[in-house]
């Protein structure tokens, strides 16, 4: 049990001697684990990231650089790693994959350290740029991916080309039950009062009430609020089972892979603009080989790599250079800078607009059920 | 009355007092009964209510107590950056109360308020909405605020959706960890809070079906209902004057209230502190399940009644008036028409007695009618029917050939010789002949039977006459086989007490078309007929004829005749002298009957004694005799002349019939005569008819009355046969007499008959005697008495008494 901001007092005392009597003991016996275990033994970290967030080859080389083994769990929302991240309190995890928005408070709850740049020198490399309203001073951790959050179409399934999030949220008859929606409420809500023209963090009450009206139109031509990462998902739009996905730029590039009839696009309205970054659990079990795989995946060649196989932008300068002039061209992982000034990055939100979003989300479930 | 309408007529009046005693109280029990089962019902309903809420309270208690210590919860509240609270974990928690509230569908809400009323969580059942986060002013929670237990319930009107909920609030502590290791006093954070719906009392109040006319309501302190059912005319206004009007209860209490204009029972408790609970039972419906009730039961019984009297009388009918009804039938088949028993029960019971003891006397009864019947009917010596069941037969026919003359007849037989073997065999001899005749007579007619069957009867008409009646027959030729025939089985010997036998049959015919004018014409013409055969030589049969028929007309006269000139008098005794053949003095006179008929002059005895012998008619003229007799002596006495015994016959037909020594000694006294004045003459059968007229004759010889045998020799007896008899004197038959002056045959049986009775010290008395010659003899031989017209012929008694007078001297011979 940490406290994050601990009283001064003497019970603060009395717990510091006793967690250092715990640590020790600890240190102590896995000292002793480690000398009683054979030299090549296999050493292991634990990730809690998003499934498919990272170049399987890339994990390859790592397990047979360090002779370890990376074991993933895998969350589909950051709800989700929220929930693990309470139940658990970190332990158990030695990585986690955070988003921009939560890795302040993450901080605040003990749950993440900052990672040694002495132990992981790459992780230098790892510099955002500008983004949107972003807050480059709350950044505790090494920026991992960015990109933004927008429409992916079939275009070959739509009666015209989509430009605006007003398509999706006063959809044509043709779409009716050919969209999905994320389970994410700061994604349902903000992008509605984005189709409005509000701030996306709005907590005006009336704003969030038009959101609400705007949603509930829209409810009975959506097919599902389910997590955006979902392998369903994915299957659906290539399948033509949906027509019109809210999904991020990365995963829409992924599904145009597969199926080329496939289009992203953030809305003329703006989207999203996000970030995820790689974190050291405060829990921790083996902090050394969690710098080993930090600093493994920051060297310039597998950033590079990284990025390309997760058509996201990477924010390690090194690699960038190593990227070919499609990818940096490509106006999806790269968009230009008026839609991304057009854009919002999320933001923590009032606990009573959290509510209202909470309610408003639980409002639309109730009506697709 | 009969039987079974006096049963149906009881039954029905029984039962419907049965109906009564059992119907009335059993509706005033009913009545109590009802009131006791609404009472209870009301009460089991209330504490179903009660227990349901109860059961509701607790898993709201505990349920909230689980809640309390969730984890996440915990995280929650320890978090106490509002910032990180809400995007982090916010959704958290309300995902842990919406997984609660699919585990607890009876919850419609769960939330968590903070300490300053500021509703954080809230998780409504539906999404419903919520209007207001700021709780501080809602009465759960200013409840829990100030209440110094870790909970509160309380039913309260839901702000959000004007609802009727429970709301459970509960207050959620968290130790202060820096606190934790001196104290263990843990710090209020936060009230959870649960709110659920009356669904689960209103399913129990609405599925309520008994509560039709009256009503349940759930209240609460001030009296507004909260659950309302039953009867929709009541409004929420009268319900809360209900609730604020009557007096409160904790314990369950009944009273009768009355609500808008209608009455009813009403049971009213406070569930728990704010929550009232009230049933009402309507007055009239109670009237009115009495009065169905009531109904029923009065038409059940009667359906009973009809059915179990309709059994009862079935049963009857089947169990005792069928039975007694055939019981009845089959005593009346039994006795009035002699039928055989018809009554088979298979059941033993009483009536089963009854018939069988009915069946023996029945039986009984039939067999003394037989036997009755056989003694009416039936000739005891020979089975053969009777002279009366003859009658009836006979005039049977007549009747039922409705006074036509019938086509029958008639054969009238009479055995031949039958009186002599009677004399002197006796009458058991005779009884066997008789028996052994009509076996032979049967045997014959069976034979004729297989010809023409059922047309022969045969029937004794008594004595040694017997009948037969051929009945559908006009055919003197038919009548006359069947004559042969008999006569043919007849004229063979018979064996009786190894003796042989020989009789005939003398048979008169005599056809009813011909000759019958009546029953009675018929018997008596085939009779005359049957005597005209006698005439005819016997052993023979004759049809019936006019002329035959006068002649012995007149031994029916004579018969007649007799018995009027016995009660007239007309009758007279002379008397014949005896005479000692020594002294020539009269030594006694024989009493001898005269009939001197009116108009036809004298009637010789040998004509008419047979007649009254056969008659029975020898009773009275032998009663006359002897006592004419001694009258006569006695006033010889008066008359001062001396006197010597008179001696009369006596028939073996009146020692046979009745007491003679009564009958003499009657006489003697009667008159005054001295017994050895009076003697008495016996014939041979008298002797031979057996002990009893033997012993007779000893008792009449003991009181000094002498006796003589008469006619000796005509008979089979011989002299050694008289030894020890009861005799005296010993008369010789004329016939021997007459015998002495045809040879000495006659003159040596005489002198040995004379010769053996002096040995038997017998005196010899000869009858008969007319000449000197015989005279002489007799006295040679010393026979003792002399009797006949050589003396003396029969004299009247005056003429006797004057023979006295003369004292006439014997004619002595020489």
């Known amino acids: 049990m940490h406290k994050v901001i601990p009283a001064p007092s003497t019970e603060l005392i009395k717990y510091l001697i006793l967690s250092t009597i715990l640590f020790t003991s600890l240190l102590l016996s896995s000292i002793f684990c480690l000398a009683a275990a054979p030299s090549q033994q296999t ?233 995820d970054f790689i974190c050291l659990s405060a829990q921790a079990g083996n902090v050394k080989l969690a710098h080993h795989f930090i600093d493994f995946i920051n060297r310039p060649k597998q950033a590079a790599d990284n990025a390309l196989y997760l058509f996201n932008a990477t924010p390690n300068s090194e690699a960038e250079k190593l990227l070919p002039s499609e990818f940096l061209n490509n106006s999806i992982i790269y968009p230009d800078e008026a839609l991304i000034a057009q854009s919002e990055t999320y933001q923590l939100l009032s606990p009573r607009t959290i509510k209202k979003h909470n309610s408003i989300m639980r409002e639309l479930k109730e009506l697709t059920k | 009355m009969l039987l079974r309408p006096k049963i149906a007529l009881s039954i029905l009046p029984v039962i419907l007092l049965q109906i009564i005693v059992l119907v009335i109280p059993s509706f005033l029990l009913y009545q109590e009964y009802f009131a006791e089962q609404i009472k209870e019902h009301i009460s089991d309903s209330i504490s179903q209510v009660e227990n349901t809420l109860q059961l509701q309270l607790n898993t709201m208690q505990a349920n909230s107590l689980l809640f309390s210590q969730s984890a996440i919860l915990n995280r929650y509240l320890r978090t106490e950056d509002e910032i990180i609270r809400f995007n982090i974990m916010h959704k958290v928690l309300a995902n842990q109360f919406a997984s609660f509230m699919d585990a607890y569908p009876e919850y419609i809400e769960i939330s968590l308020v903070m300490l300053d009323g500021y509703e954080e969580v809230s998780l409504l059942k539906n ?53 934790q290791s001196t104290s263990t006093k843990e710090e209020l954070k936060a009230y959870l809070i649960i709110k659920t719906s009356f669904d689960f009392i209103d399913n129990i109040i609405t599925s309520n079906s008994l509560i039709e006319h009256g009503f349940m309501v759930l209240q609460d302190t001030k009296g507004r209902p909260i659950l309302i059912n039953g009867d929709k005319k009541l409004t929420s206004s009268s319900l809360s004057e209900l609730f604020t009007t009557m007096p409160r209860n904790h314990v369950l209490q009944l009273t009768d209230w009355a609500l808008q204009k209608k009455n009813y029972i009403v049971g009213q408790k406070e569930l728990f502190n704010g929550l009232f609970f009230s049933i009402g039972w309507s007055k009239s419906e109670l009237t009115h399940l009495l009065k169905e009730m009531g109904y029923t039961s009065l038409i059940s019984s009667f359906l009973v009644m009809l059915v179990s009297a309709a059994t009862l009388f079935w049963l009857l009918n089947k169990l005792l008036i069928h039975p007694i009804l055939k019981l009845g039938l089959s005593a009346q088949e039994m006795g009035v028409k002699g039928g055989r028993w018809s009554f088979y029960s298979k059941s033993h019971d009483e009536l089963h007695d009854l018939a069988n003891t009915i069946k023996d006397m029945g039986i009984g009864l039939l067999r003394q009618k037989q036997k009755v019947h056989e003694t009416a009917y ?67 007619l069976r034979a004729e039977d297989y010809i023409n069957p059922g047309r022969h009867k045969i029937a004794r008409l008594g004595g040694d006459e017997f009948t037969v009646l051929l009945t559908g027959t006009n055919d003197r030729h038919a009548a006359e086989h069947i004559a042969k025939r ?30 019958g004018e009546s029953a009675i014409d018929l018997l008596k013409n085939a009779d005359t ?56 003095k009269m030594v006694g006179c024989e009493a001898l009957v005269r009939w001197h008929k009116p108009g036809k002059g004298w009637i010789p005895p040998d004509v008419f004694i047979p007649i009254a012998e056969e008659s ?130 006659g003159k040596a049986i005489v002198s040995a008959i004379i010769a053996m009775a002096h040995q038997l010290h017998l005196q010899v008395v000869a009858e008969g005697v007319e000449t000197a010659e015989e005279f002489n003899f007799l006295k040679q031989y010393s026979a003792d008495i002399i009797q006949g017209y050589y003396f003396s012929k029969p004299l009247l008694p005056n003429e006797i008494s004057e023979r006295f007078a003369k004292h006439i001297k014997i004619k002595a011979a020489g």
């Open chain 2, 127 to 179: 999404s419903g909405s919520n209007l207001s986060d700021e709780e501080q002013d809602n009465l759960y929670f200013k409840n829990i605020a100030k209440s110094p237990h870790n909970f509160t319930i309380i039913p309260q009107i839901n702000p959000d959706t004007k609802q009727w909920v429970l709301v459970l609030a509960r207050k959620v502590f968290q130790k202060n960890i820096i606190e």
């Open chain 2, 529 to 584: 007929a049957m005597y005209e055969a006698k005439m005819m030589g016997k052993n023979t049969y004759r049809f019936f004829s006019k002329t035959a028929a006068l002649k012995s007309l007149k031994a029916m006269e004579i018969k007649e005749d007799l018995r009027r000139a016995i009660h007239n008098n007309e009758l007279q005794l002379n008397y014949q002298p005896q005479i000692c053949s020594k002294s020539g």
């Open chain 2, 486 to 515: 008999i006569l043919k089985v007849l004229s063979t010997s018979f064996m009786i007490a190894e003796r042989e036998f020989l009789i005939g049959a003398s048979i008169g015919i005599a056809i009813a078309k011909e000759t």
């Open chain 1, 43 to 275: 050493e292991e970290i634990t990730f809690l990231t998003w499934g498919d967030y990272i170049n399987p080859e890339l994990v390859t080389q790592f397990e047979a650089e360090y002779n370890a083994k990376v074991n993933f769990v895998y969350f589909e929302s950051d709800n989700g790693r929220d929930e693990i991240l309470i139940n658990t309190n970190a332990f158990g995890y030695d990585i986690l994959l955070v988003d921009s928005t939560n890795l302040i408070s993450y901080k605040k709850l003990g749950w993440i350290n900052d990672f040694d740049p002495q132990a992981a020198p790459n992780i230098n490399y790892a510099q955002l740029p500008e983004l949107s309203n972003l807050d480059k001073e709350a950044q505790f951790c090494t920026p991992y991916a960015w990109g933004t959050t927008g429409i992916a179409y079939r275009k070959d399934l739509v009666p015209e080309p989509i430009t605006s999030w007003k398509q999706v949220f006063s959809p044509a008859p043709e779409l009716q039950g050919k969209i999905l929606m994320s389970s994410m409420s700061t994604e349902v809500v903000g992008m509605a009062l984005k189709s409005l023209g509000y701030s996306m963090a709005s907590s005006n009450s009336q704003e969030l009430e038009q959101a609400r009206q705007l949603l509930l139109a829209q409810a009975p031509s959506v097919a599902g609020y389910s997590p955006i990462a979902s392998d369903t998902k994915t299957a659906k739009l290539v399948t033509g089972q949906a027509s019109v996905t809210l999904t991020y730029s990365g995963d829409a590039l992924m599904l145009h892979a597969l199926e080329p009839q496939v289009e992203y696009l953030v809305p003329k309205e703006g989207g999203a603009v996000w970030a």
């Open chain 2, 616 to 745: 029975g008619l020898i009773i009275s003229l032998g009663r006359w005799v002897i006592l004419e007799a001694c009258h006569q002596v006695k006033l010889w006495q008066a008359m001062g002349i001396p006197v010597v015994p008179v001696w009369v016959n006596v028939s073996c037909v009146q020692l046979e019939r009745e007491d003679m020594h009564s009958v003499i000694i009657d006489c003697l006294m009667e008159t005054g005569l001295s017994a050895e004045l009076l003697a008495v003459e016996i014939t041979e059968s008298s002797i031979m008819q057996g002990e009893d007229s033997i012993l007779q004759l000893q008792k009449i010889q003991s009181s000094g009355i002498q006796i003589a045998l008469d006619d000796f020799g005509t008979g089979y007896s011989s002299l050694s046969a008289l030894r020890g008899l009861p005799i005296n004197k010993l008369k010789i038959d004329k016939s021997f007499i007459t015998d002495l002056n045809s040879g000495d045959d």
């Open chain 2, 378 to 444: 039936i000739d005891s010596l020979t089975k053969l029917p009777n002279r009366r069941q003859f009658t009836d037969a006979l005039n049977h026919h007549y009747c039922r050939s409705n006074y036509q003359i019938p086509n029958i007849a008639l054969l009238f037989i009479d055995l031949d010789g039958f009186k002599e073997v009677n004399d002197n065999f006796g009458h058991v001899t005779g009884d066997h002949l008789l028996m052994a005749v009509a076996k032979r007579l049967k045997h014959a």
